[in-house]
């Protein structure tokens, strides 16, 4: 079944969200699983509070580059980069937006918003909207495979990558797991 | 863990590896993106196995070079690596390498920026490699970067030639699973054989030493291992594709997506120069049309010497600037195959500009710099600092160390004018030791009159927190001896050195004003702006003294915290009947600096 499996991801968000953190645990889950992965990153002066994209391609994949209308998932961390990356969506394909606002998308996309930010000042842990927006994607995306990865999944890299730093570990847990409930409350996936 | 586990590995730190299992014993390296992360990692998989070998991040590219290269002339495998405009740097012992031929094998990796993502230039490191006349391998991901090294050391040492291996960004920055190999266990002796001929060569040996490199080439050209791959054998047509680094990589999948991966003959050249004889021969002999794709000059393509039938950048088939997108490919490759392009792109939206972090010391000393010294025409450096462009702080930058010879440039050129502008140069503390020094000893002997700001944050904080010869410890934590800056500076002859806090605006935009002052008439002024960069001192897990602040009601929204503070917690709301600016609380880092900004006075501390 793995063999089978392509997938491209397109995660977006601005320098100091965790971009590139939430990329290496899909990498690495991709990589528990068995799966190729391969995954391409923003670096150097962008990364100053510029905006930050990060590919990820699970399956046979020569290039590291999504094109553009070819992916099949979009984790936006910050709702303005929609205008920047909406596009490299594919048609039939899911979005999961951090954005206190309704949403405005032009294309017929699933699209879902989450408040991660009003979730991560509610938990006290400021810098964790990039792992509850994560959470939330696995819920909406993940449980019905659209993901290549599920919850559970996330949780043993987590594990793995944080054993020693049991105050890290529950943190973190406990922002992927506010966002994954977050998908469950609320109201059937909108249709935009 | 078990050696054969796949890992998650950066290209750079796939790069890393390669050299480690090639039993590299001497890796050097000036940070520089997308290179930065290589030399860090050979200091990781080198703790990780316990291995004794020299890793060092050297005071800049050209003594990098230097150091790993004597290494090679003493039987040991080195290697150095840098980031393209960081070989400009190395040219000058690259070239002369290159005549002297190596005894243990040496690998110059030099990480090109197409694009360009975070760099002065979209130069083609290869074209470099042609020029100092050496070989270069030009991978397409992680796993062949990696690969790569082990075949460079290889022809290196077969030869007796440096090597290049030149990645991308695009390879420098994928994560791609890679199963690691071994570490090899036998040690090299160390022995450096005395050959004045060879090793200090007068032009009359030049000469021979040219020739026998003449020699090395040609039979490079006939190295079977690096033979371009015909990667689908079956394929036959009157027209080809030549394609090499990640540009293959895009090509290879847009083939298969565009249904001609049987049909269109395509080549990747792992090898781009020298190319290969009988791959140009086989080429020219069996195709009407050829497009060759390569990024970001016209290499290989230039190399097939029939003007006719090649298809690239010097036809114009392919662009000239810019990164060669998989989707700009995508239209090349269709429109060269006969078939409609159905390549979509879309528009580009701006994204976020980069700009200086909440917490910033560099913020603090452009907002002093400006406040003291309004009209003076800013030279500035590379690093973080560039983005003082956002404050209006900065009006030119040139290259590693020229803020303070272009300071000497703007004095003399206003010399003899009535009315002199004051100049006010800006650089860090890293930059200031990699090329900064010589321009301040001839600013010394010129009497220039200009101030220098140096920008001490105590860390090479662009390219990811390396550190620098005041650090105190090398690549592998290790301690290490240190150099004071204001003693340098001092030993190159200037008069007025101070140091300041700029977290202290109250003191600090004084101390910049009587700088100014002093450069008027008597000359070089020094300003060493001291305070640790925010990022830095996070990862630490240090922090200073912090000053909650807040907004009160005397702000009308004037907007001038925002125009010439620019900090990424300030927050202006364009509210119709209120407008007004508030602090993000998450972004804000307490440094108590923006209290001293506001004319209004409604920047306050909280209670």
């Known amino acids: 079944m793995h063999k089978t499996i392509k997938q491209q991801i397109l995660i977006s968000g601005v320098g100091g969200q965790g971009v590139l953190f939430i990329t290496g645990l899909l990498a690495e889950a991709a990589i528990n699983k068995g799966l190729p992965v391969f995954t391409s990153e923003t670096h150097g002066m962008a990364q100053r509070g510029g905006t930050v994209v990060s590919h990820l391609k699970v399956g046979n994949f020569s290039s590291p580059l999504i094109r553009p209308f070819k992916a099949d998932g979009l984790l936006v961390l910050k709702d303005e980069n929609m205008a920047q990356h909406g596009s490299f969506l594919k048609t039939g394909g899911w979005a999961v937006i951090n954005s206190e606002n309704d949403l405005k998308v032009e294309k017929k996309i699933a699209a879902s918003a989450i408040d991660a930010d009003q979730l991560a000042q509610k938990i006290s842990n400021p810098k964790s909207a990039n792992l509850i927006v994560l959470g939330f994607a696995l819920g909406r995306a993940g449980d019905r495979r659209n993901l290549f990865c599920s919850l559970t999944d996330i949780k043993k890299v987590l594990r793995k990558k944080f054993g020693r730093h049991k105050k890290m570990l529950d943190a973190s847990l406990l922002a992927l797991q506010t966002g994954y409930k977050a998908s469950r409350k609320k109201a059937a996936q909108m249709v935009v | ?607």
């Open chain 2, 1 to 607: 863990m078990s050696k054969s586990k796949r890992r998650l590995l950066l290209g750079n730190e796939a790069i890393a590896r390669g050299l480690i299992e090639s039993g590299c014993s001497i890796a050097t390296s000036y940070p520089g993106t997308p290179a930065s992360e290589i030399l860090a990692a050979v200091a990781y998989f080198q703790k990780e196995a316990s291995l004794s070998m020299h890793t060092q991040w050297a005071v800049n590219e050209k003594v990098a070079f230097e150091i790993a290269y004597a290494g090679c002339q003493t039987g040991l495998r080195a290697a150095v690596s840098m980031k393209q405009v960081g070989l400009n740097v190395a040219s000058d012992p690259l070239m002369s390498a290159a005549y002297m031929g190596v005894k243990g094998g040496f690998v110059l990796i030099s990480a090109d920026d197409p694009g360009p993502h975070s760099s002065q230039t979209e130069q083609d490191s290869r074209l470099m490699a042609m020029f100092a006349k050496i070989p270069v391998l030009d991978p397409d991901s992680p796993r062949q970067a990696k690969d790569l090294i082990a075949v460079a050391y290889k022809i290196s040492e077969s030869f007796k030639t440096p090597v290049m291996v030149r990645p991308t960004t695009r390879v420098c920055h994928s994560r791609q699973d890679i199963t690691l190999g071994s570490i090899p266990k036998n040690k090299r002796e160390v022995k450096f054989e005395k050959n004045p001929a060879r090793w200090a060569a007068t032009p009359k040996f030049r000469l021979q030493l040219h020739k026998e490199l003449e020699e090395k080439l040609s039979a490079i050209a006939d190295y079977r291992p690096t033979a371009p791959k015909k990667l689908n054998p079956k394929a036959k047509s009157t027209k080809a594709i030549i394609a090499s680094g990640v540009a293959a990589a895009h090509t290879k999948d847009i083939l298969k997506e565009l249904k001609i991966r049987s049909k269109m003959p395509f080549y990747q050249v792992i090898q781009p120069f020298p190319l290969h004889r009988k791959f140009i021969a086989h080429i020219i002999d069996t195709y009407e049309e050829v497009l060759v794709i390569e990024e970001t000059m016209g290499v290989i393509e230039m190399q097939l010497a029939d003007r006719y039938r090649v298809k690239g950048k010097l036809s114009n088939t392919v662009p000239k600037v810019g990164e060669l997108s998989p989707e700009k490919i995508e239209e090349i490759v269709s429109n060269f195959a006969g078939l409609k392009s159905e390549a979509l792109s879309i528009k580009s939206a701006p994204g976020r500009r980069p700009t200086l972090c909440p917490g910033c010391p560099h913020r603090a000393s452009f907002f002093a710099i400006k406040k003291a010294a309004p009209r003076a025409i800013y030279t500035s450096d590379i690093g973080c600092y560039t983005l003082g462009l956002n404050l209006g702080a900065v009006d030119t930058v040139l290259c590693m160390g020229a803020a303070i010879s272009q300071a000497s440039g703007f004095y003399h050129a206003y010399k003899n004018e009535e009315k002199r502008p004051d100049i006010v140069a800006t650089i860090g503390d890293s930059t200031f030791f990699h090329a900064g020094v010589p321009a301040l000893i001839d600013a010394v002997v010129q009497k220039v009159g200009f101030v220098l700001v140096i920008l001490d944050n105590r860390t090479t904080a662009m390219t990811g927190n390396q550190p620098t010869p005041a650090t105190g410890h090398g690549a592998c934590g290790e301690p290490t001896d240190t150099v004071d800056i204001e003693s340098l500076v001092q030993g190159c002859g200037v008069k007025f050195i101070r140091e300041g806090n700029p977290y202290e605006l109250e003191k600090f935009i004084p101390l910049v004003k009587e700088a100014v002052k002093y450069s008027r008439k008597r000359g070089p002024a020094v300003i060493i702006s001291r305070y640790p960069c925010v990022i830095h001192r996070a990862r630490q897990g240090g922090s200073g003294e912090t000053i909650p602040v807040d907004i009160n009601e005397k702000c009308d929204g004037c907007g001038y915290c925002i125009k010439h503070f620019e900090c990424p917690a300030l927050i202006y709301h364009d509210d119709k009947e209120a407008k007004h600016v508030s602090i993000d609380p998450i972004l804000c880092t307490s440094c108590g600096v923006c209290l001293n900004v506001c004319p209004k006075g409604a920047i306050v501390a909280k209670e």
